[in-house]
């Protein structure tokens, strides 16, 4: 059955520190894949997406993620994180066909600490 | 890109009644979908609504519960029916624009029920 799974569900940095949030799936093929971010009280924007190409995506706000077709992952990064980095994060994943859909992971909480 | 607008952005119900919820688009689109977002929860596919076909639920939903209607390319609706204090979630719209390699998915900012 297809997946998007992200391993940790809650994450605390520091301000300033590097971030990675972990995504792996699990399809048949290689899925469009995207990250996802959600502010308290917010909509979904979306930050970045992998259709093909090259396997470094950079993205809003700072974010990069790296798909590895090896790991069946999509890892997001970003450098130095910033307060307002604060959300909940997800990864998300479909296959390019006309009436398929975007299967969601379950999120990742992120947490700044001054 | 797509601007989707939703109504009511909140509301608050007494159990056992319906709640209409209404998704207007900016742009005509073929594809929409509606997903559930229960407290502190990712969100899940309800349903794809494609305009001059009948909706298209996922497992876990049904019709009437969640009777979906898409008379045109820039409208839909999703009724929450004889709701439970668990239908208690955010419900987004969402629109799929794609063709060849552009695929785009917008969301709505969601309507937040609280059924009590």
């Known amino acids: 059955a297809q997946s998007v799974t992200q391993p940790d569900i809650h994450i605390t940095v520091s301000e300033g520190a590097s971030l990675e949030l972990r995504c792996n799936y699990s399809?048949?093929?290689?899925?469009?894949l995207f990250w996802y971010v959600q502010s308290p009280g917010q909509g979904l924007q979306l930050l970045l997406k992998y259709f093909s190409g090259d396997t470094l995506v950079q993205g809003i706000k700072g974010f990069e993620a790296e798909f590895k077709r090896s790991q069946s992952s999509f890892n997001l990064r970003k450098p130095s994180v910033h307060w307002s980095d604060a959300a909940e994060y997800f990864c998300a994943g479909t296959m390019k066909t006309s009436y398929d859909k975007v299967i969601f992971g379950p999120g990742t909480s992120l947490s700044v600490i001054p | 890109s797509a601007v989707i607008s939703q109504k009511p952005s909140r509301d608050i119900c007494q159990r056992g009644t319906s709640l209409t919820i209404q998704c207007q688009v900016d742009s005509q689109v073929t594809m929409m979908f509606w997903y559930r977002q229960q407290p502190g929860q990712s969100l899940t596919l309800i349903a794809t609504a494609n305009q001059g076909s009948e909706a298209t639920y996922e497992s876990g939903f049904v019709i009437d519960k969640f009777p979906i209607s898409r008379p045109n390319l820039t409208f839909s609706t999703l009724t929450v029916s004889n709701m439970s204090p668990e239908d208690s979630s955010i419900y987004l719209c969402?629109?799929?624009?794609?063709?060849?390699?552009?695929?785009?998915?917008?969301f709505g900012p969601g309507t937040r029920l609280t059924v009590t």
């Open positions: 399809y048949g093929a290689t899925p469009y």
């Open positions: 969402s629109v799929l624009d794609s063709g060849g390699l552009h695929y785009e998915q917008y």
